[in-house]
C-alpha cells in the first residue's frame, strides 16, 4: 500500500531563508508525486508534480522538488522565503496506473517571520 | 483554466439533518473525489468517481453516500449529520481517463459545522 509521510507538522523561517519541507513516501510502482499548497479557507492548489523523466522539478512560486528513488523521497525547497509563502503544504503519492485516488500526507505548516 | 465549484463555502447543519454539498467542474473530467480535512490529520478521501454513475468507497465512507447522475456533477450526501461530521469538505477532479490518479484539480471547500 502507498503512504506519505511529511517529517514536522510545522517549519518556521526567516524571510530569505531557505525553506526545506521534507517527503518521503512507500510505494510498490513507480510513483507519481505531487506538492499541494493551500492558502487560509481556500482549496489546495498544484505547486508541482513528478511523473516520468527529469528527477528536479520545478513548480510555481520559485518552488522545486527533487525524486529521489534510492532515499524514497521528495522534499519541497525554495532558495528564498517570502511572507506570502506561509501556508499548508501537502505531498501526496499515486500509482501511475489503474488504481485509486491521490494519498496525501498529514500536511506542513510553514510559518514566516520578518 | 479548469474550475471545480462548491454549492456553499460555509454551512451549519443541525444533528440527524440530511445534507447535500454539491460539486461541479466545468473540464469534462471523468474523475470527481471528496475528501474531508482534519487539522493534523490532512485529507482523507470519502468516496470517487470514474464515471457517471459509478462510486467507489474511499477510506472513511462510513455515514456519507454520494451521488454522480451527470458527469460535471459529483454530490456528497451526509444521511444523518453527526457533530463529528463538522470538518472540511473539498472536491476535487482529475482529467485522467480510466481509474488511474494523477493530478487532482481542487475546488475552494465547504466548511460544515454540525451543531
Known amino acids: 500500500a502507498q503512504s506519505v509521510t511529511q517529517l514536522g507538522s510545522h517549519v518556521s523561517v526567516s524571510e530569505g531563508a531557505l525553506v526545506l519541507l521534507r517527503c518521503n513516501y512507500s510505494?510498490?510502482?513507480?510513483?507519481?508525486l505531487f506538492w499541494y499548497v493551500q492558502y487560509p479557507n481556500q482549496g489546495l492548489q498544484l505547486l508541482l508534480k513528478?511523473?516520468?523523466?527529469?528527477?528536479l522539478v520545478k513548480g510555481i512560486n520559485g518552488f522545486e522538488a527533487e525524486f529521489k528513488k534510492s532515499e524514497t523521497s521528495f522534499h519541497l525547497t525554495k532558495p528564498s522565503a517570502h511572507m506570502s509563502d506561509a501556508a499548508e503544504y501537502f505531498c501526496?503519492?499515486?500509482?501511475?496506473?489503474?488504481?485509486?485516488?491521490?494519498?496525501f500526507g498529514k500536511g506542513t505548516t510553514l510559518s514566516v517571520s520578518s | 483554466d479548469v474550475k471545480v465549484t462548491q454549492s456553499s463555502r460555509y454551512l451549519v447543519k443541525r444533528t440527524g439533518e440530511k445534507v447535500f454539498l454539491e460539486c461541479v467542474q466545468d473540464?469534462?473530467?471523468?474523475?470527481m473525489f471528496w475528501y474531508r480535512q482534519d487539522p493534523g490529520l490532512g485529507l482523507r478521501l470519502i468516496y470517487f468517481?470514474?464515471?457517471?454513475?459509478?462510486?467507489e468507497k474511499g477510506d472513511i465512507p462510513e455515514g456519507y453516500s454520494v451521488s454522480r447522475e451527470k458527469k460535471e456533477r459529483f454530490s456528497l450526501i451526509l444521511e444523518s449529520a453527526s457533530t463529528n461530521q463538522t470538518s472540511m469538505y473539498l472536491c476535487?477532479?482529475?482529467?485522467?481517463?480510466?481509474?488511474?490518479?494523477?493530478?487532482?484539480?481542487f475546488g475552494p471547500g465547504t466548511r460544515l459545522t454540525v451543531t
Open positions: 476535487a477532479s482529475s482529467p485522467t481517463s480510466g481509474r488511474s490518479g494523477l493530478e487532482q484539480y
Open positions: 510505494s510498490s510502482v513507480p510513483p507519481y
Open positions: 513528478y511523473t516520468t523523466g527529469a528527477t
Open positions: 501526496a503519492v499515486s500509482e501511475n496506473q489503474a488504481g485509486t485516488a491521490l494519498i
Open positions: 473540464m469534462d473530467h471523468e474523475n
Open positions: 468517481s470514474y464515471d457517471v454513475k459509478m462510486k
